[in-house]
């Protein structure tokens, strides 16, 4: 059975940096794509960013140049660096795998059939 563990949130200054893990058991991440998505509180959940399976790579506007995206298949787990952060990225950040194999990433919820539970990010001073 597939199961993604989040880690790596906490609380940071504006500005600080953040790197998120997300580790899958029970399935191999390589065919998938794996997207990263988060959700503020009274806020739909948006995408922050998504890696295909060959390594194509896309961001939301709002993370473009801050944030990036990395998967290390050895390990089956995927990575998301968080710099420059901003009050407005506190969220609940979860990562998501690909319902189906493909070389492409779509940044799309419907897009992805697993979730983790998520981790907390808050950005405060």
């Known amino acids: 059975q597939l199961q993604l563990v989040e880690s790596g949130g906490g609380l940071v200054q504006p500005g600080g940096s953040l790197r998120l893990s997300c580790v899958a058991s029970g399935l191999t991440l390589d065919p998938f794509a794996i997207g990263w998505f988060r959700q503020a509180p009274g806020k739909e959940r948006e995408g922050v960013s998504c890696i295909s399976s060959r390594l194509s790579t896309k961001y939301a506007d709002s993370v473009q140049g801050r944030f990036t995206i990395s998967r290390d298949n050895a390990n089956n787990t995927v990575y998301l660096q968080m710099n420059s952060l901003k009050p407005e990225d506190t969220a609940i950040y979860y990562c998501?795998?690909?319902?189906?194999?493909?070389?492409?990433?779509?940044?799309?919820?419907?897009?992805?059939?697993?979730w983790g539970q998520g981790t907390q990010v808050t950005v405060s001073s």
């Open positions: 998501a795998v690909g319902k189906v194999p493909q070389f492409t990433c779509i940044m799309s919820a419907r897009s992805f059939g697993s």
